[in-house]
């Protein structure tokens, strides 16, 4: 059966069609947020097959395929390529109304042309297809993210590491331009002692200077932030649970670090204490190299303790948290700005019932000195679709301004994701569509098509002013 992904796939009236298509459809893409490997684009890599560059690392498929009742030897287990394929292929129809079925089949038309339902009956014809195309250098890496026209795209990278991969990037003067993230989590992960312990032997090599006090840590910090700058990057990037901040004036940060250094643990109130004047100094950090900080909340990770200690981390068992966010980010936020401190920041929600508390804390700091200067993320994983990208942009034009958004990302470790860049595109313009169709907005289009682009596109290159390539 032919698929569904038709050219007015989610555009449900001629305006809204009218602003996908001449305004959205053609825009490059600004990847400002991903888990793509570098080294893969620095060596151009070539994928063997279509699982591989699919299922590898897919926790979103894993975790349909074993709802679905498929053995694990089939998702990250030691079955073929061939087999992982067959399986995936034959769980797809089941998929029906999860994201999963849309990108599923927007991904197999937009990279491999294939414009049928994938199902276990043409499973064989479709990997082969795939596989074929794989081999050739329109499907290497490089090549995948030309098919989509991305024109810019900021991987997350440990402060530890090198950037020997970016750099050779920009050495072969390879497009797309792929920039850093600097991702510190691990520099303030103190919950396990030894283990924060054997990445300060880590930060102190990427610096070439022993950490015994916190300042050493601080000038550590600063000289990976310094480093990481003068390789174009422009944003920092966190996955906390909660955003850490405590007023208590019962702790000594310095005292702290020589309790951790020592292979000691803090409690969970010095933790928190230490993990919050930490992330202010960092800010502050940012705030002097003109960068943008990200702050992704409300994730509770590795639920299932006995599959994680035969999996790991990072393979499909997190979840939405209930936490209660709004006074601490109001504090942290706070304390930033009344020194003059705060940098550009996003922040993304994982629990929908944050949409309006994140969308109204935000404005308490957008102070006229630079356009959407704090935003609301777009929708962040659980909520990357279809009903969670409407609900997120309904409650940004609600209590906020849809008009200065910077738009979508992947957030994604498959060099086939890009799609989702028009998946979001589709979703916006039908929802303006409607507004004007329904006489909420007048019908010119023109000026509603300057906003669609401006969200899709041009808010990004202006708000986070990359490095040129």
């Given at each position: ?38 080294e ?8 063997e097959n ?51 079925y ?16 994938l ?6 014809a ?91 840590l ?17 944003l920092?990037?966190?996955?906390l ?33 230490f993990t919050?004047?930490?992330?202010l ?36 068992f ?21 020194t003059d ?8 929600n ?62 994604s ?24 169709e ?30 040129k390539?």
């Open positions: 059966m032919n698929s569904f992904i038709t050219e007015d796939f989610l555009l449900q009236n001629d305006f809204a069609k009218r602003l996908y298509n001449n305004y959205a459809k053609n825009l490059p893409i600004i990847d400002y947020h991903n888990h793509l490997s570098p893969d684009i620095a060596t151009n890599r070539k994928f279509i699982s591989q560059v699919w299922l590898s690392g897919d926790h979103y498929k894993w975790r349909a395929m074993r709802a679905l009742g498929i053995n694990e030897k089939y998702i990250t287990g030691n079955a073929s390529d061939r087999e992982k394929f067959s399986k995936w292929a034959a769980a797809v129809p089941y998929t029906l109304r999860n994201p999963l849309h990108w599923t089949h927007l991904e197999l038309e937009r990279y491999f042309n294939i414009n049928q339902l199902t276990a009956d043409n499973a064989t479709v990997y082969e297809k795939s596989n074929e195309l794989l081999s050739q250098q329109s499907h290497s890496t490089v090549g995948l993210l030309h098919q989509q026209n991305v024109e810019l795209l900021c991987t997350t990278d440990d402060p530890v590491d090198n950037l020997e991969h970016h750099a050779s990037i920009k050495k072969q003067g390879l497009s797309p331009q792929v920039l850093p993230t600097f991702r510190p989590d691990k520099a303030f992960g103190v919950q396990d002692a030894v283990t924060y312990k054997a990445y300060i032997t880590d930060l102190e090599i990427a610096v070439s200077f022993d950490i015994h006090t916190y300042d050493d601080l000038q550590a910090l600063q000289n990976r932030v310094d480093y990481f700058n003068n390789h174009g990057c422009r920092a990037d966190y996955g649970e909660q955003l850490y901040y405590s007023n208590s004036n019962d702790y000594a940060v310095d005292a702290l670090f020589s309790k951790i250094r020592s292979g000691k643990s803090l409690d969970a109130e010095q933790t928190r204490y919050g004047k930490l992330m100094e960092l800010s502050k950090m940012y705030h002097k190299k003109g960068w943008t900080q990200q702050f992704h909340l409300g994730a509770i990770r590795n639920n299932n303790k006995r599959l994680l200690s035969q999996l790991g981390p990072d393979t499909g997190d979840s939405i948290g209930d936490f209660s966010h709004a006074k601490s980010i109001s504090s942290y936020l706070n304390e930033l700005d009344s401190q705060l940098a550009k920041t996003i922040i993304y994982l629990n929908p019932a944050d949409n309006e508390m994140i969308a109204t804390m935000v404005g308490n700091f957008n102070d006229g000195t630079i356009r959407g200067k704090v935003q609301y993320g777009a929708a962040w994983w659980f909520l990357d679709q279809k009903d969670g990208m409407e609900k997120q942009l309904n409650t940004l034009s609600n209590l906020g301004m849809l008009s200065t958004f910077v738009g979508m990302l992947t957030d470790r498959s060099f086939l994701s890009f799609p989702r860049h028009e998946y979001f595109r589709r979703i916006l313009c039908n929802l303006i569509g409607k507004d004007v329904n006489g909420e907005l007048p019908a010119d289009e023109k000026w509603l098509g300057k906003i669609v682009s401006d969200i899709c596109y041009h808010n990004a290159i202006d708000y986070f002013a990359f490095a390539a």
